[in-house]
């Protein structure tokens, strides 16, 4: 059995309401759910959250909220891996023979159902532990630096002062959509970001971590765009 995992706390503080707050219309969460249920991979898709009003949305949407989540686990320092363990862990006792398992952020709404798709078809033939979406970073890494207290600047690699952009290695950062997981990785929490872990590269510009306000706003407008385009 395939089952998708949302975490969805409530309490969120730099965004309040983040996971139901309105977005193009429609509660943001929307978009996760209604991308796992087009993709017709899961035999379930569960929604975790500790808040009543996210679960009632969720329902409303095609989702499952079988539980709400423990305190212990709803905190803002609580990562993604426990919370899907406690999914996996209730949903075992409850009878339920999983194999295997995706988790699909809440406030995602560039995902995409090809790249579940062709994210769970590298998933199972090539046994990773891990398999997610990412995207490259539009400018070297290797060429960037950080403000000190005094206003100045230091170079992260100042090795690479004089090299030229198309002669560094290209480097890659985690879109923050979803993530295609074996039972045990989870269950064990293993890292994500590892050996044993690859990704499906996705274009640049359907990537939009949302963070702040100011995310929000720029994943807006991108939307509208993408949305005129298509």
């Known amino acids: 059995m395939k089952i998708c995992v949302i975490p969805a706390r409530g309490g969120s503080k730099r965004i309040v309401k983040k996971n139901i707050k309105l977005f193009h219309g429609k509660e943001i969460i929307y978009y996760s759910i209604n991308c796992a249920l087009k993709s017709k991979l899961f035999d379930k898709i569960i929604v975790s959250t500790d808040d009543l009003e996210i679960a009632e949305v969720a329902k409303k949407f095609g989702a499952e909220v079988p539980f709400i989540r423990p305190k212990n686990i709803s905190n803002d320092k609580t990562e993604t891996s426990p919370v899907v363990k406690h999914a996996i862990n209730f949903l075992t006792k409850e009878g339920l023979n999983i194999s295997d398992v995706c988790c699909i952020y809440a406030t995602a709404p560039f995902v995409n159902k090809d790249d579940l798709i062709k994210s769970y078809d590298i998933f199972k ?104 385009n298509n």
């Open 125 to 228: 033939t090539q046994k990773w532990d891990f398999v997610f979406p990412a995207t490259e970073f539009h400018y070297p890494i290797f060429r960037s630096f950080e403000k000190k207290d005094n206003d100045s600047i230091k170079m992260f690699y100042p090795k690479h002062y004089h090299s030229r952009s198309q002669d560094l290695k290209k480097a890659y950062h985690d879109a923050g959509q979803f993530y295609w997981g074996k039972l045990d990785a989870w269950k064990n929490e293993h890292k994500i970001f590892s050996s044993k872990s690859t990704f499906l590269n996705i274009p640049n510009w359907r990537v939009n971590d949302i963070d702040t306000l100011e995310d929000w706003t720029r994943a807006e407008i991108l939307f509208k765009i993408l949305k005129k």
